[in-house]
């Protein structure tokens, strides 16, 4: 099993709608959470982090539900450029080792059309 | 512009052959990684930098590869005799540990690496 899971899609949508990610991830001890958006041949740039009380950011929701190991990226009236790679981004905690490092989802495609 | 830089953005090589890339980062940031994405993957970690000090290596990083950081600002990857699977995106990121969001990474533009 992949340590970071996320549904490749791709995810066609229409211009307005709304759309949602799920990543799971596989250790417990995970301590910190990301979204990150990547456009093709890009590098990938962090959307959001993503806090134990879930938060907001414009049309971005990000939740955690750690008793189940999954975040959530909910994503409201979509628009034609919010379409790109969605990966999600965990990092470990001190204790368990690997607390240096972000371990990441395959990523999820959007394709927001008109 | 204050982000992270890379250089080159694209390097051709023969196999057999050594490449050397080298990363800038973020001003002040003092951790450095560095990350290797091929298509239709999130990126692969691979070494970890703390100033100059390299604490954390993958074990993708084969005797091949090696990583410095040698004044704790700039650092360089190099792949001595290349192989056609290392042909990939090489991405470097960095972060500072204050902050609202102390293990957040920035990346740069990559360097992306083919292997003929």
Known sequence: RKEVEQDPGPFNVPEGATVAFNCTYSNSASQSFFWYRQDCRKEPKLLMSVYSSGNEDGRFTAQLNRASQYISLLIRDSKLSDSATYLCAVNMSPLSGGYNKLIFGAGTRLAVHP | ?116
């Open chain 2, 1 to 116: 512009d204050t982000g992270v830089s890379q250089d080159p953005r694209h390097k051709i090589t023969k196999r057999g052959q050594n490449v050397t890339f080298r990363c800038d980062p973020i001003s002040e940031h003092n951790r450095l990684y560095w990350y290797r994405q091929t298509l239709g993957q999130g990126p692969e970690f691979l070494t970890y930098f703390q100033n100059e000090a390299q604490l954390e290596k993958s074990r993708l990083l084969s005797d091949r590869f090696s990583a410095e950081r040698p004044k704790g600002s700039f650092s360089t990857l190099e792949i001595q005799r290349t192989e056609q699977g290392d042909s990939a995106m090489y991405l470097c990121a960095s972060s500072s540990p204050a902050g609202r969001g102390p293990h957040e990474q920035y990346f740069g533009p990559g360097t992306r690496l083919t292997v003929t």
